[in-house]
């Protein structure tokens, strides 16, 4: 009986002896592991517990502390806790600032000093040096954004297609008038700059206080700009501030090609893995958004101590990486000719110019009509009787030459469908004339009746290697041209003058005439970048068929009655007109390609009556300006 006894009390005597040991040396040790990854994780959170330390104030501290550091957050890891001379815990805290993605972090250690608290408890010792070595008591932590230069986007020569630019932030500022006022400003500003009013007011309602709120970048060097900016500023409220800012040679040159700078957007800032933030100048559309990531460069930081007289002392910095300029193949007169030209054309409207020997793209214009949509290197519309260049090529290739003798009739009937030559067609070009007479006239029925000589296989191929098929590899998105591989009865007669499902941009037709002209499929260029591969086609051009296709494109002028161009300076030109069907009511695309030397032009207009009224006389300028 005493033997169980005394065995029950070992027991009882062993058990509770081992929860003491417990308890005084693995419990307390574990809850000041908790403490010390708990001020980790609110130091790089940005947000304490004043229940965490030996004295109130550590959460209003750590806020002064930051308050000039932005969104910038630091990483902080726990080192071991080891016991302090004086009974307390100690573990270095390991800080790192990613200042900016892949780019030397801030890296320093700090040391947390742990109190014994009630019970198993700890509580954590707060100083300005656990934030930062060397910060006394009335120290804070400044983050100063050290902004990177803007590349430039250049043209032929170097010139500067979109730069830095002195101007002018045009704006409402809300702490120089009431709300009320700077409202009715912004109606009265958003209608003086030509942007969205409703937009414009939204956006200056919702806007804070203090907040300034651009409506418009004008140029000082420009003297209607500049005007625009001092009239402005005689509305309550509107600033305009003196800046440097990355702007295009106008506010609409090249515009669907260059694009835009403005502050970036969230979903850029979500998307760029940290490269661009809240704040950053970033591009939108065209080549500032598709090659914003050369030509941004890389933003610095400056990190410093600032103390209670708002001195500075610099503990760390980070320089920026200026932009690299973009180098594209665009003649500025020429695009600025070209945008002149289509000035007065109110529908839908482009110029393209090619140059054959390299493929540089020269010239992408579009007119007003576009309303900013890139007509000339995105637009899709049938080409017509500019595709009957591709059907020749098919026709050459199945043995026929400029002066075989082709069956130009009054219209063809394909299926019981009545396909008709142009109204005004002249008869004295009917009947069988040899194929340079039908391509200079655009006889459509001697197109149409050598569909069965001519496969729909052989005009995509014909397609391809004239270079209208190939991917657009132009940097920005691009569309060339597409042709149906499968296609009978009226789709493949369709086809054959470049209607139905055929479908080409301003870019491919003018791709089409430099392949010509240049003797070998062309693949066109905007920005020359290593790596470049130009497009293979299945069949390439071959030297003999590029000279018979020239011969062609030269009847236009000389047979087909294009006088204008005959009379234009410089090298003999060749040309092919195009008048292409659509909608219902039937409305009319005009085109014209055009070749002169190492130069080959595409115009276009979305709504006329034909090709050679409205396209001609676009490339008979444009011409002319080339040659001025």
């Not at 597409?482 to 037709?509: F, K, N, R, W, Y």
């Amino acid at each position: 009986m005493r033997r169980g006894l005394a065995l029950v009390v070992a027991v009882t005597l062993l058990v509770t002896t081992g929860g003491l040991v417990w308890w005084f040396a693995y419990l307390p040790g574990a809850r000041a592991r908790e403490r010390a990854d708990s001020v980790a994780a609110g130091l790089a959170s940005g947000s304490l517990q004043d229940a965490w330390f030996a004295a109130p104030g550590a959460a209003a501290e750590l806020n002064r502390i930051y308050s000039g550091m932005g969104a910038l957050r630091p990483q902080v890891t726990v080192g071991e806790l080891t016991s302090q001379a004086d009974g307390a815990l100690g573990a270095d805290l390991t800080w790192r600032w990613e200042i900016h993605a892949g780019k030397d972090p801030w890296e320093y250690t700090t040391l947390l000093r742990l109190h014994r608290a009630d019970g198993p408890d700890w509580a954590a010792e707060f100083t300005p040096a656990l934030v930062a070595p060397g910060l006394e008591t009335t120290d804070r932590l400044r983050a100063t954004r050290l902004s990177a230069v803007r590349g430039a986007i250049l043209g032929e020569g170097g010139e500067i297609l979109a730069g830095n630019t002195s101007a002018y932030r045009v704006g409402i500022d809300k702490t120089l008038t009431t709300p009320e006022s700077a409202l009715a400003s912004a109606r009265t500003l958003a209608d003086l700059m030509g942007i969205d009013a409703d937009r414009y007011v939204a956006r200056v309602e919702g806007a804070g206080s203090k907040a300034f709120v651009e409506a418009r970048v004008l140029r000082r060097g420009d003297p209607a700009e500049s005007e625009l900016a001092l009239r402005a500023v005689d509305f309550a409220g509107v600033r305009a501030i003196t800046t440097t800012f990355p702007l295009g040679r106008t506010s609409s040159f090249a515009r669907p090609l260059l694009g835009v700078v403005g502050e970036a957007t969230a979903e850029q800032v979500d998307a760029s893995a940290g490269t661009i933030r809240a704040g950053d100048l970033a591009g939108r559309g065209g080549l500032q958004e598709a090659r914003n990531h050369v030509l941004a460069g890389l933003s610095g930081f400056v990190i410093d101590r600032v103390d209670a007289d708002n001195r500075a002392t610099e503990l760390f910095s980070v320089e920026p990486l200026n932009g690299t300029d973009v180098v594209t193949t665009v003649d500025a007169d020429l695009q600025q000719a070209a945008e002149s030209i289509l000035a007065g054309v109110g529908p839908a409207s482009a110029l393209v110019a090619i140059r054959p020997s390299d493929g540089a793209i020269l010239t992408a214009a579009v007119g007003p009509g576009s309303q900013g949509f890139s007509t000339s290197t995105l637009g899709q519309y049938a080409p017509g009787s500019t595709f009957k260049v591709v059907t020749s090529l098919a026709m050459l290739r199945g043995g026929a030459t400029a002066d075989s003798l082709v069956h130009c009739t009054d219209g063809a009937v394909v299926d019981g469908y009545r396909f008709d030559n142009w109204q005004g067609y002249p008869r004295t070009a009917l009947g069988d004339v040899p194929l340079h007479t039908a391509f200079a006239y655009s006889c459509n029925s001697a197109f149409l009746n050598a569909r069965d000589t001519v496969s729909q296989a052989d005009l995509v191929t014909a397609a391809g290697s004239l270079g209208l098929t190939a991917r657009a590899q132009i940097v920005l998105p691009g569309f060339l041209g597409s042709v149906p591989e499968d296609a009978s009865g009226t789709a493949h007669a369709a086809s054959m003058i470049g209607q139905g499902q055929v479908l080409a941009s301003p870019l491919g037709m003018a791709t089409v005439a430099a392949s010509v002209a240049a003797g070998h499929t062309v693949t066109p260029v905007l920005v020359p970048e290593p790596g470049q591969q130009p497009g293979t086609p299945a069949v390439p051009l071959a030297t003999d068929e590029a000279d018979a296709l020239r011969s062609l494109m030269r009847a236009v002028v000389t047979e087909g009655g294009h006088a204008a161009l005959a009379t234009v300076p410089g090298d003999a030109v060749g040309a092919k007109t195009g008048t292409a069907s659509y909608g219902s009511p039937v409305r009319y695309h005009g085109w014209m390609i055009a070749i002169q030397g190492d130069l080959a032009v595409a115009a276009f207009t979305e709504d006329g009556s034909s090709g050679t009224t409205n396209a001609e006389p676009l490339v008979v300028a444009f011409l002319e300006a080339a040659n001025g």
